[in-house]
């Protein structure tokens, strides 16, 4: 095993786009809601609401389609047209079994920090089978300041009992990489068409599937991403 196992306390995940592929899932339940108002969010639509918190999301979906339906309704009724279509259509990620198992395995504590509501958290959790898999699962919804701001990354690591610099994130999106960057924790990229990991903790490795790609990602020179790479 290697020393770098002594240097990583804690991973901590984004779950869509890392955990699972609910981006689709996302836009299929945004246009069922604001098909009345003869709109409809495409994928490019979608990429720059990545990350941000759910007032955000909806506020800015107002404002491009001229809605005048409240934020509140909006997100009462997405969400349950999205919830409707995880218990169905929802998948983990390829590898992810094996990367929660390695880690556990390992003893490194594995939390989820999430911009989505704490119930779809923990439905897509119950869907894929990894209910309770997590030692800390957290939503950034009631807190004042949503990723880019470290905020939730701050709180899943003092949830898990572990400093900050002892944590790796994984992240897809360019608010989550900003937020664990300010929150001095390395990272490591996971664009949802090229996932990638580098966490060779030790030997053998399990088969990660996409997640068998990670490499570091921007992470300073001396902190624990560098030492992976």
Same mark, same amino acid.
């Given at each position: 095993?290697?020393?770098?196992?002594?240097?990583?306390?804690?991973?901590? +995940?984004?779950?869509?786009?890392?955990?699972?592929?609910?981006?689709?899932?996302?836009?299929?339940? !945004?246009?069922?809601?604001?098909?009345?108002?003869?709109?409809?969010?495409?994928?490019?639509?979608?990429?720059?609401?990545?990350? #941000?918190?759910?007032?955000?999301?909806?506020?800015?979906?107002?404002?491009? +389609?001229?809605?005048?339906?409240?934020?509140?309704?909006?997100?009462?009724?997405?969400?349950?047209?999205? *919830?409707? %279509?995880?218990?169905? $259509?929802?998948?983990?990620?390829?590898?992810?079994?094996?990367?929660?198992?390695? *880690? $556990?395995?390992?003893?490194?504590?594995?939390?989820?920090?999430?911009?989505?509501?704490? $119930?779809?958290?923990?439905?897509?959790? #119950?869907?894929?089978?990894?209910?309770?898999?997590?030692?800390?699962?957290?939503?950034?919804?009631?807190?004042?300041?949503?990723?880019?701001?470290?905020?939730? +990354? *701050? %709180?899943?690591?003092?949830?898990?009992?572990?400093?900050?610099?002892?944590?790796?994130?994984?992240?897809?999106?360019?608010?989550?990489?900003?937020?664990?960057? #300010?929150?001095?924790?390395?990272?490591?990229?996971?664009?949802?068409?090229? *996932?990638?990991?580098?966490?060779?903790?030790?030997?053998? $490795?399990?088969?990660?599937?996409?997640?068998?790609? !990670?490499?570091?990602?921007?992470?300073?020179?001396?902190?624990?991403?560098?030492?992976?790479?």
């Amino acid at each position: 095993m290697s020393l770098i196992v002594n240097l990583v306390a804690a991973v901590i +995940f984004d779950m869509d786009g890392v955990i699972v592929d609910s981006e689709p899932l996302h836009i299929e339940s !945004f246009n069922e809601i604001i098909a009345q108002y003869d709109a409809v969010i495409t994928p490019d639509d979608f990429k720059p609401l990545v990350g #941000r918190t759910q007032p955000e999301i909806f506020a800015a979906v107002k404002e491009r +389609f001229g809605i005048e339906e409240s934020i509140e309704s909006l997100m009462a009724r997405k969400q349950e047209r999205y *919830l409707r %279509l995880v218990e169905t $259509k929802i998948e983990a990620m390829p590898g992810l079994y094996e990367l929660v198992d390695w *880690l $556990k395995a390992l003893g490194i504590k594995m939390g989820i920090a999430s911009a989505s509501p704490l $119930k779809d958290i923990q439905t897509v959790l #119950r869907c894929i089978r990894l209910e309770g898999a997590f030692d800390a699962v957290l939503s950034a919804v009631n807190l004042l300041h949503g990723k880019p701001h470290p905020d939730i +990354f *701050l %709180l899943t690591a003092k949830e898990l009992g572990v400093l900050p610099g002892q944590c790796v994130v994984l992240e897809d999106s360019e608010r989550g990489v900003e937020a664990a960057r #300010r929150a001095g924790m390395s990272l490591f990229s996971a664009p949802l068409d090229s *996932l990638i990991w580098g966490l060779t903790l030790c030997s053998p $490795k399990p088969n990660l599937g996409r997640f068998a790609k !990670f490499q570091t990602s921007e992470v300073s020179e001396g902190d624990v991403g560098s030492k992976i790479a």
